[in-house]
């Protein structure tokens, strides 16, 4: 689906939702101005009230496989705001299920923001993941980090409390010895590492397969709260990053977002997800 056609479709819902919640198609994402300094990480400060809550419709994803045709979120509510240093986008869904924990056969929830790193109007990339020469930036937060940070990287025992082992390789070996045993983490895959930071990772695409991780790339930070059957995750990015692949922003500036999330309860991840189209996104002067 092309944003040309999203915003014809969108154009046949109501202006203004229940609760007066605003529909995506008719407005786009506008983060409002509100004065102040820092960072936006508490998805419930007490100045969201005051922004403009957007519904988007997410899509089933059948473009790639393993498709997923019947995601179990179907929308989300998006919120912005900038003090003309930091962005903060708060993103809320239903969840009655809070899944944190990554074991084998169960999967985390996850939500994930991307914005064109070369914004062109008539030229936008694709919104599943880019394409060659039209990159984009992904943030993504994912509640197994959000758990790591809160309550302590789980042991092994912790997660496979039912297990019997007699020895790890890290226990009687020299941490460079047993780094071979340690999969992921053996070739520095940064998202096995452990997230003593942020549960956040911003990534590059160009295109199905090419999601890049740089540690010099970290400018996103995040927090996620799940409280009453749902999740109220934040993102906050500097509008001027440090980073070249990295969304600058401006007050007045317009570009798109769009956004995917997985419910890990629902065994959604990797490409079982929902996803939305490009959204216009602009920040208020």
């Known amino acids: 689906m092309s944003v040309k056609t999203s915003l014809r479709a969108g154009s046949m819902c109501a202006a203004m939702l229940a609760g007066g919640v605003v529909c995506a198609a008719e407005t786009g994402v506008v983060a409002l101005y509100i004065p102040g300094s820092g960072t936006f990480l508490d998805p419930e400060a007490l100045h969201w009230p005051n922004t403009v809550p957007v519904q988007i419709t997410m899509l089933p994803q059948v473009i ?39 074991v084998v056969d169960q999967f985390g929830d996850q939500v994930a923001l991307e914005f064109p790193l070369i914004y062109g109007k008539d030229n936008l990339p694709s919104p599943m993941m880019g394409n060659v020469g039209k990159p984009v930036d992904i943030w993504q937060w994912r509640a197994a980090f959000q758990r790591d940070l809160d309550e302590g990287e789980p042991g092994v025992r912790d997660l496979y409390p039912n297990t019997s082992v007699d020895v790890y390789p890290d226990e009687v070996l020299r941490a460079t010895d047993a780094r071979p045993y340690t999969g992921a983490l053996g070739v520095d895959n940064l ?35 799940w409280k009453d059957g749902k999740w109220r995750v934040v993102f906050t990015h500097p509008l001027t990053p440090a980073s070249r692949n990295s969304t600058h922003f401006a007050a007045g500036l317009e570009t798109v977002m769009a956004v995917a999330v997985w419910d890990g309860g629902s065994r959604e991840v990797g490409a079982r997800k929902a996803w939305a189209n490009w959204v216009p996104f602009r920040l208020a002067p």
């Open 64 to 102: 790639t496989t393993p498709n997923n045709p019947n995601p179990a979120i179907k929308t989300v509510t998006v919120r912005a705001a900038h003090n003309g240093a930091w962005l903060g986008v708060l993103v809320e869904w239903d969840d009655p299920t809070k899944s944190d924990r990554i």
């Open 191 to 225: 998202i096995s590492h452990p997230h003593g930071a942020s549960p956040v990772l911003e990534q590059t695409a160009e295109g199905f397969g090419t999601l890049t991780v740089m540690p010099e790339d970290q400018d996103t930070d995040g927090k996620g709260v």
